[in-house]
């Protein structure tokens, strides 16, 4: 289980008590499913993030996604060229709420050194993006830094984030349509 | 074959086709009229002493200062039986940058030519689908061209005093 110790809780005889909300976001961030768009050499250090010797899994991170519908994480690494970005945008748009975004390294955040007329010039240009990882490529910690930042995100986001107007609005920016917001608000 | 004997095959094949030829990092160039260009290359991958067999490139240079000769079309032929290598260079002027396609006779000229008009705007005739096919389908130039900068244009962070410029 997770880090319980930032958790408000009220402890009982045989129980021990807290709210809806912070039990739903332990519960979300101990069970990220990530789903990897791993272009170049910040995946190939993803990949050693996953392996035994960094051992994502560790977080309740082993099942890797490899399809959208099924994740909640999108660890984007590596170059991304503007012939792909609509590729990643769309990706994004298939992910269901709630969804985090993590870009890892120079060229997923900036651009890197890829300052040029074919690469994307960082992916918060397309979609919105919660944690960024700088290195050129980053070293597995800085990767497992950003993933509990990410944790640290999920643990403490409200149950109604995904449903304000503040949300809708920056997804907005991006022209992105929030589409399971329903009608429980 | 030395690039020698090999130019004395090729002129011998060619004739007045040929309108010069030079050697650089010891490949044997020629230089052709564009107009000639599918008839030339079938002609070397027919001939019996030379079949080029294979075509290994097409390429693009752009040349601005070069007047009515601006975009060079570089094809690069392999005989895989005799193991020679021929450049062949046309030469075509930036306002009508149009050449027959090879395509009929290498088949792997379909991609290499969509590339190069792709980067360089070449127009490869009776070519079956010279469409984009590395840059995205909204581009609305081709970036070698030396007109074009290399660099993003909507890249905020860089300030030129840090990149001595």
């Keep these: ?185 | 074959m030395t690039n020698n004997e090999l130019l004395e095959v090729v002129q011998s094949v060619l004739g007045s086709d040929i309108l010069g030829h030079e050697e650089q990092y010891d490949a044997l160039i020629i230089e052709i009229a564009p107009k000639d260009v599918l008839r030339i290359v079938s002609t070397l991958k027919e001939n019996e002493a030379l079949s080029f067999n294979f075509l290994t490139l097409i390429g693009a240079i752009h040349y601005p200062e070069d007047l009515n000769r601006e975009l060079c079309v570089v094809y690069h032929l392999h005989s895989w039986k005799n193991a020679i290598r021929l450049r062949v260079k046309a030469f075509l002027s930036i306002e009508n940058p149009s050449i027959e396609s090879l395509c009929s006779v290498f088949d792997g000229a379909n991609w290499m030519e969509r590339e190069t008009y792709d980067f360089f705007g070449v127009r490869f005739e009776n070519h079956p689908n010279l469409t984009r096919i590395l840059n995205m389908d909204e581009m609305d130039y081709h970036p070698m061209l030396k007109q074009y900068a290399l660099e993003d244009g909507t890249r905020e962070d860089k300030d030129d005093r840090f990149f001595g410029r």
Excluded at chain 1, 23 to 47: D, H, K, Q, Y
């Design chain 1, 1 to 185: 289980m997770g880090k319980i110790e930032d958790l408000q809780v009220i402890n009982g005889e045989g129980y021990q008590l807290t709210t809806l909300e912070q039990a739903v976001g332990l519960a979300r961030a101990n069970s990220v499913w990530p789903l990897p768009f791993a272009t170049s050499c910040c995946g190939i250090e993803f990949m050693a993030t996953m392996g035994s010797m960094y051992d994502l899994s560790r977080f309740g991170m082993e099942r890797m996604s490899f399809t959208p519908r099924q994740s909640d994480l999108l660890i984007v690494a590596g170059t991304i060229s503007k012939k792909l970005g609509p590729v990643l945008k769309k990706v994004y748009e298939q992910m269901a709420e709630p969804k985090w975004v993590l870009s890892v390294g120079a060229c997923a955040s900036s651009g890197g050194i890829f300052d040029t007329y074919s690469v994307l010039q960082g992916i918060d240009r397309i979609i919105p993006v919660d944690v960024y990882v700088p290195g050129c490529p980053p070293r597995p910690e800085q990767i497992i830094d950003g993933v509990m930042n990410i944790h640290k995100l999920v643990r403490h986001e409200s149950m109604r984030r995904r449903y304000s107007e503040e949300y809708r609005h920056l997804l907005g920016n991006y022209e992105i349509e929030v589409t399971n917001a329903g009608d429980d608000k």
